[in-house]
């Protein structure tokens, strides 16, 4: 049983390890609350999209997860969440935990002894990397990091 727990426990990501750049992250949360449901208008003239935020946590801090679509209404406050394949976004430089379409989150009947409701990694505003004003003219490029392409320098 002992190595049963190891095993399970292998290659999950604690709420305060998670960073703006973290992707690919398995995570066992609580639901400690949820948020009425938003309309988004899409900038393309199609259907607005729905959106709520739940907070969920673990023993070392919360995080807001938004909830898309078909996600909203699925958890309730005090529900254990598994969460596979997840990734963080900044919204309006605050941290979220997403689930998207390559993602899976599902009711699990672990249990989460404790949540840490002091840490809440939503909180602070953070950076985004490689990111940087544009001020004035200039424009263009590219978001994110820089990938390789055609042009790219061989050192």
């Not at 960073?19 to 259907?47: A, H, Q």
């Not at 009947?109 to 004035?136: C, H, L, M, W």
């Amino acid at each position: 049983m002992e190595g049963e727990t190891e095993k399970t426990s292998v290659g999950i990501t604690k709420v305060k390890d998670l960073t703006p750049r973290s992707d690919k992250v398995n995570m066992l949360v609580k639901v400690t609350g949820v948020g009425e449901p938003k309309e988004i208008p899409n900038r393309f003239g199609e259907e607005p999209r729905r959106v709520a935020e739940a907070r969920v946590g673990d023993e070392t801090g919360t995080i807001i997860l938004s909830l898309w679509q078909e996600q909203i209404g699925s958890v309730n406050e005090g529900d254990v969440l598994s969460i596979e394949n997840g990734y963080v976004s900044l919204v309006r430089g605050h941290m979220h935990l997403n689930v998207g379409k390559y993602g899976k989150m599902t009711k699990s009947d672990k249990i989460v002894p404790s949540v840490n409701t002091e840490v809440d990694v939503s909180a602070a505003e953070q950076q985004r990397e490689g990111f940087r004003p544009r001020y004035g003219g200039g424009g263009g490029g590219f978001r994110g990091e820089y990938r390789g392409g055609r042009n790219r320098r061989r050192y």
